[in-house]
């Protein structure tokens, strides 16, 4: 579990247990679940989720004796079987809620004395503003959802079944003995709900983005300027999955910073972890280099030419999006110049030399980061 946790989902893995153990060890299973905060926070931009609307209740083969040997039908009709919806909400700032299963309520089966059931509850799952929905099978877009009442109807739930007395009225004809007719023992079964997939594609998942190589120092940027607490360690590929934090200003004002996981060379051609990672980027609004200034194997110049390369390469012109330059692990260097080189080959860029490790200059990268404060109610 340990291993895989940032692949598998909690609902996934509770499906994986639950076939063939016992309701305690299920229990046990959940609480530590409980106690996992890794998955819980990684912001998920991107889900593939199958929807199954709700069945329709069956109608109801009732019958009522009403004297002079004259027996009337009195069986209800079935509840519609509820949808699937996805709603619009501004409060939803990631899709790791979603479920990758989203049923639809069964509608209840008719009674007799003329009682319908009762309509199955439509499902209405929120989304974060932005949301693409779009077909699975053919990756084609449907909708996009910007703002709060905005509503996609994901799959209907089937209709409810038809009771005798229905069916009696239906195909008008006097109501005869029981005895004389076998027609007014049937109703129809409620109908199946539709089933489609769809894919949720976040439009926008920050304000700005930490884009760099691995181990550049992005998850401790994003930890010392927020409160987000995505992994650290010295390692390439710590993060998998983006993270989110929120940097707060005075007056209801704030940024949200998204750490991306990292780069390398070749990563719009597929290499490393690929394409998946440059679509991160593409959905925030605006860019940072993290340049680790005491890397050995490529100097701050490099690093910055394949950054800008691997960014156009996927998307012309995506590189213009960067609002500034952070030379982080300063603290790891005597020589000082690499930042008046960064400052001469970049002068229209402002260049913050930092150390997230040690929270050198972090107050600068706030003051670069202002312009871009969003105000926010909630």
Known sequence: YNEYKSYLSMVVLERIVRQGVSRSLLNKFRKSLSKVTDVETQLVDYVEVTCIGGKGGDGCVAHKDIGRNRIITVGGNGGHGGGVYFKCSPSKKSLNHVQLVIHGGDGNPG?????????????????PVGTIVGCSKTQEPLATLMDEEDIFEAVRGGAGGIGNHALRQKRRMESPRLRQSYRYLDSHPGEAGGQS????????????????????GKSSILRTL?????????????????????IHYEGFYRVQMADIPGLIEGSSLGHGLGISFLRHVDRCKSLLYVVDVANLEYNPMETIKILQKELDAYKPGMSNSIIGILANKI????NK???????????????????????????????????????HDD
């Open 111 to 127: 009674r007799g004395d003329l009682q319908n059931g009762a309509r199955g509850t439509d499902n209405e799952v929120s989304v």
């Open 197 to 216: 997939s769809y894919f949720l594609e976040m439009k926008i998942i920050a304000d700005v983005g930490l884009v760099g190589l691995p181990n550049a």
């Open 226 to 246: 927020s409160k987000a607490s995505p992994k650290v360690a010295a390692y390439p590929f710590t993060t998998m999955r983006p993270h989110v934090g929120v």
């Open 331 to 334: 603290d790891l260097i005597s």
């Open 337 to 375: 110049n690499v930042i008046l080189d960064l400052a001469r080959e970049f002068p229209y860029l402002p260049i913050v030399p930092v150390s997230a490790k040690n929270t050198i200059n972090i107050s600068s990268v706030r003051k670069v980061l202002e312009p871009f404060k969003v105000l």
